[in-house]
């Protein structure tokens, strides 16, 4: 497919277009959609003054059909920043065209011109799609394992009384 695709950066005017992309993730993944206070707040982190995040969506003629999601972080070891992508998505319909490695460049790209050290993500691992792109670019793939609290988690842990033990 030789269509020429479109990056622009989420903002208040275009903002629910995001959010049907967000949701059609999410069934992808097979989460629940977003409630309207994590819109809210999604919302509120991108369009502010100190953003906490940055997206683009992604348009072929005018009609959105995918979206990156990327912040921050920083590497003690390279003294440099470090652009984590947390979504790259794209409608199914458009899968296997070429558009995500389009994507996925444009995100390259902005870590280069921010001048950052490295790029990480992560994927499931059951998108076999994703890690055969991933493979053919020619990524690495790290020997990590990954950890998290959620909400909860971090009450629980916070107001435990109890020290860790072996």
């Known amino acids: 497919m030789n269509k020429k695709l479109e990056f622009i950066k989420v903002v208040e005017d275009n903002i ?3 959010f049907i992309l967000l949701d059609k993730m999410a069934i992808y993944e097979k989460h629940q959609p977003l409630d309207s206070a994590a ?3 999604l919302k509120k982190d991108a369009l502010s003054e ?3 995040y940055e997206a683009h969506l992604v348009f072929i003629e005018n009609e959105p059909i995918g979206y990156i999601m990327f912040y921050k972080t920083y590497s003690s070891y390279l003294a440099l920043p470090v652009l984590h992508i947390e979504d790259l998505f794209i409608l199914e319909k458009y899968r296997r065209k070429g558009f995500g490695e389009k994507i996925f460049r444009f995100g390259v790209q902005k870590a280069k011109n921010e001048g950052c050290g490295r790029i990480e ?3 499931f691992d059951w998108n076999e799609q994703a890690i055969e ?3 053919k670019v020619k990524a690495t ?3 990590k394992k990954y950890y998290r609290f959620d909400e909860k988690q971090i009450d629980n842990f916070l107001s435990s009384k109890n020290v860790v033990k072996k």
């Open 39 to 41: 819109k809210n707040r």
């Open 133 to 135: 792109f991933y493979k």
């Open 50 to 52: 100190d953003s906490k």
């Open 16 to 18: 629910n277009d995001f």
């Open 141 to 143: 793939a790290l020997k």
């Open 121 to 123: 993500w992560t994927v």
